[in-house]
């Protein structure tokens, strides 16, 4: 099989997969359970990765524009670029990829482990389906939870952005926050939780198929773990750039 | 007052008609083997893993399978549970036909089959109770009525003691046994066993085996047992479990007071059946690849 029917063949599973658990979301029995203890392991265990990711984001953002924006006189819209940056783009997409290194890579070793230990198998022969016990609460509550994530990356970026402006380049606070407010729309809301949603399935697909397909003892749970987070992250980052475009068209953004 | 008697001695007659009824409903069930497989056919590529296979095991009997790594005894077990379908050929549980079953349709047909892996398969993030306790969260039985059948469950496995502990605290052999309290719970008919023995010491290799002969001969339990171990096909086939006067189980030798029919062993190489009948006449066999293995050189 070459690399193209491979990779098709891989989109086709995980969409079924994806798709499946959603599926599965509407019928009984609901494990509601264990979509709040994924929600709090993906959501409340992410919270300090984001802060910090979130904070110096923002930060260097500020370090990094200042001098240019100072350069033409414009230094006073250094807020409207950290902002702009923050909730369109580097949100939403920071904090997927930090999701799919910390979070993708658990769900597949965990869905692996169980696969060369037979418990999926044992799963199924205690007729029980693993796609609704065990995908469909992890993507469910990737979708609560890294649009949470996301705004709140946002916030903290803005506001490493502004104590990076006030206190490294004497910024006057009310310059900095006006040119925030400028410079968020709706539209950019609107797309800064549609693109997290999108990527919670990504992640959430990819890692459970990963998980899921894995063969070969130990070391295939080594090698799925490392395919998942490979691949989520290179296909978040694939699927924000048609997503960037489609939100434009849609939208009507410039 | 005679009327009363008339229809006294109707009910009577009535009755006797519907235990006869009852009873050729019950032999004519009996008759229904619990597992079949005809002609069945798997290949993973060009590699053929069962070969046109038909055999079947009837209600109450243990089928031991024995043949070497690689010799297609597992992929019966997960042919049977659905896990993996055949090429071709059908695969018959309790008379019905799942062959093309779905993963839904399954989930019903699994309810009936209890699952022995070779690990113990238990769940790492649940303790006995839980893992014991499965099945029957899945189906929403309240907790006041599941705690006296895992007790029960654990009590049949000797391991009661060990209802709160998580699977990381206990041995290979307790690890086997829970797994063997978890695939009973819910009481299955139909109990499948994949080298529930494996890499485990005699005596604890034993104690599974009485397990499995209990099931067999006092809760009328048919199972299919895989193996590549003759000390397994020696205790299952040549010894029965009967409750003594003190209402202790016991284990008898075959002979002593009645022979064992409901015992067939099963040889496997390359994905054929190269041998299927008793013990006795497997012991007789003059297949050469068969020698070598009963004999271990």
């Given at each position: 099989m070459n690399f193209a029917t491979r990779a098709l063949l891989e989109l086709q599973e995980s969409t079924l997969l994806a798709a499946r658990s959603l599926g599965g979301l509407f019928r009984k029995p609901r494990y509601l359970p264990e979509t709040i203890a994924q929600m709090d392991a993906i959501g409340v265990g992410s919270l300090t990765i984001i802060i910090l990711t979130g904070f110096f984001t923002g930060g260097v953002l500020t370090v990094q524009t200042f001098p240019t924006l100072k350069t033409y006189g414009a230094q006073s819209q250094t807020g409207y670029l950290v902002a702009v940056s923050l909730v369109r783009e580097l949100g939403p997409v920071l904090c997927a990829l930090m999701v799919t290194g910390r979070v993708g890579s658990a769900i597949s070793a965990e869905l692996g482990s169980m696969v060369v230990s037979q418990q999926i198998d044992a799963m199924r022969a205690l007729g029980t389906d693993p796609v609704r016990k065990l995908v469909a609460p992890r993507i469910l509550a990737l979708l609560i939870s890294l649009p949470l994530l996301t705004v709140l990356a946002d916030v903290l970026g803005i506001f490493g952005g502004w104590v990076t402006a006030v206190a490294l380049y004497s910024v006057p606070s009310t310059i900095f926050v006006n040119s925030v407010r400028d410079a968020i729309t709706t539209d950019d809301l609107i797309g800064g939780v549609v693109k997290p949603l999108v990527f919670s399935l990504i992640i959430g697909a990819i890692a459970c198929r990963q998980g899921l397909n894995t063969e070969g003892g130990t070391v295939g749970v080594g090698r799925s773990t490392t395919r998942a987070v490979v691949t989520a992250s290179i296909v978040v980052i694939i699927a924000d750039y048609f997503l960037a475009k489609a939100l434009q068209v849609i939208l009507g953004t410039p | 007052m005679s009327s009363t008697s008339i229809h006294t001695t109707d009910d009577r007659i009535s009755d006797d008609a519907a235990e006869s009824t009852f009873r050729e409903v019950d032999d004519l069930e009996r008759a229904i083997p619990a597992i079949e497989f005809r002609n069945v056919v798997l290949a993973f590529d060009d590699r053929v893993i069962l070969n046109s296979l038909s055999f079947k095991v009837m209600k109450g009997e243990t089928k031991i399978i024995l043949g070497g790594s690689g010799g297609g005894k597992s992929t019966i077990i997960k042919l049977v549970l659905g896990l993996l379908k055949p090429d071709s050929g059908q695969i018959l549980v309790d008379g019905e036909?799942?062959?093309?079953?779905s993963e839904y349709q399954m989930m019903s047909v699994r309810k009936k089959i209890g699952m022995v892996f070779q690990e113990g398969a238990l769940f790492d993030s649940l303790s006995v109770y839980d893992n014991v306790a499965y099945r029957l969260h899945e189906q929403g039985v309240p907790e006041e009525e599941v705690e006296p059948e895992v007790r029960r469950m654990l009590r049949f496995v000797n391991l009661e003691d060990a209802i709160d502990k998580m699977p990381i605290e206990l041995s290979g052999g307790m690890r086997r046994r829970v797994g063997i309290a978890r695939a009973l719970i819910g009481d299955p008919k139909i109990v499948l066993f994949d080298e529930p023995t494996a890499g485990l010491d005699p005596p604890t290799a034993r104690t599974i085996c009485e397990l499995a002969m209990k099931l067999r001969d006092l809760e009328d339990v048919s199972s299919i047992f895989v193996t590549h171990e003759m000390n397994n096909l020696e205790y299952i086939c040549s010894e029965y479990a009967v409750v003594d006067d003190e209402g202790k189980v016991v284990f008898e030798r075959e002979g002593e007071r009645l022979c064992l029919i409901n015992s067939k062993v099963m040889m496997m190489r390359q994905g054929n059946i190269i041998f299927s009948g008793t013990d006795e006449s497997l012991r007789r066999a003059s297949d050469p690849y068969i020698q070598k293995f009963l004999r271990g050189h």
């Amino acid at each position: 099989m070459n690399f193209a029917t491979r990779a098709l063949l891989e989109l086709q599973e995980s969409t079924l997969l994806a798709a499946r658990s959603l599926g599965g979301l509407f019928r009984k029995p609901r494990y509601l359970p264990e979509t709040i203890a994924q929600m709090d392991a993906i959501g409340v265990g992410s919270l300090t990765i984001i802060i910090l990711t979130g904070f110096f984001t923002g930060g260097v953002l500020t370090v990094q524009t200042f001098p240019t924006l100072k350069t033409y006189g414009a230094q006073s819209q250094t807020g409207y670029l950290v902002a702009v940056s923050l909730v369109r783009e580097l949100g939403p997409v920071l904090c997927a990829l930090m999701v799919t290194g910390r979070v993708g890579s658990a769900i597949s070793a965990e869905l692996g482990s169980m696969v060369v230990s037979q418990q999926i198998d044992a799963m199924r022969a205690l007729g029980t389906d693993p796609v609704r016990k065990l995908v469909a609460p992890r993507i469910l509550a990737l979708l609560i939870s890294l649009p949470l994530l996301t705004v709140l990356a946002d916030v903290l970026g803005i506001f490493g952005g502004w104590v990076t402006a006030v206190a490294l380049y004497s910024v006057p606070s009310t310059i900095f926050v006006n040119s925030v407010r400028d410079a968020i729309t709706t539209d950019d809301l609107i797309g800064g939780v549609v693109k997290p949603l999108v990527f919670s399935l990504i992640i959430g697909a990819i890692a459970c198929r990963q998980g899921l397909n894995t063969e070969g003892g130990t070391v295939g749970v080594g090698r799925s773990t490392t395919r998942a987070v490979v691949t989520a992250s290179i296909v978040v980052i694939i699927a924000d750039y048609f997503l960037a475009k489609a939100l434009q068209v849609i939208l009507g953004t410039p | 007052m005679s009327s009363t008697s008339i229809h006294t001695t109707d009910d009577r007659i009535s009755d006797d008609a519907a235990e006869s009824t009852f009873r050729e409903v019950d032999d004519l069930e009996r008759a229904i083997p619990a597992i079949e497989f005809r002609n069945v056919v798997l290949a993973f590529d060009d590699r053929v893993i069962l070969n046109s296979l038909s055999f079947k095991v009837m209600k109450g009997e243990t089928k031991i399978i024995l043949g070497g790594s690689g010799g297609g005894k597992s992929t019966i077990i997960k042919l049977v549970l659905g896990l993996l379908k055949p090429d071709s050929g059908q695969i018959l549980v309790d008379g019905e036909d799942v062959t093309e079953y779905s993963e839904y349709q399954m989930m019903s047909v699994r309810k009936k089959i209890g699952m022995v892996f070779q690990e113990g398969a238990l769940f790492d993030s649940l303790s006995v109770y839980d893992n014991v306790a499965y099945r029957l969260h899945e189906q929403g039985v309240p907790e006041e009525e599941v705690e006296p059948e895992v007790r029960r469950m654990l009590r049949f496995v000797n391991l009661e003691d060990a209802i709160d502990k998580m699977p990381i605290e206990l041995s290979g052999g307790m690890r086997r046994r829970v797994g063997i309290a978890r695939a009973l719970i819910g009481d299955p008919k139909i109990v499948l066993f994949d080298e529930p023995t494996a890499g485990l010491d005699p005596p604890t290799a034993r104690t599974i085996c009485e397990l499995a002969m209990k099931l067999r001969d006092l809760e009328d339990v048919s199972s299919i047992f895989v193996t590549h171990e003759m000390n397994n096909l020696e205790y299952i086939c040549s010894e029965y479990a009967v409750v003594d006067d003190e209402g202790k189980v016991v284990f008898e030798r075959e002979g002593e007071r009645l022979c064992l029919i409901n015992s067939k062993v099963m040889m496997m190489r390359q994905g054929n059946i190269i041998f299927s009948g008793t013990d006795e006449s497997l012991r007789r066999a003059s297949d050469p690849y068969i020698q070598k293995f009963l004999r271990g050189h």
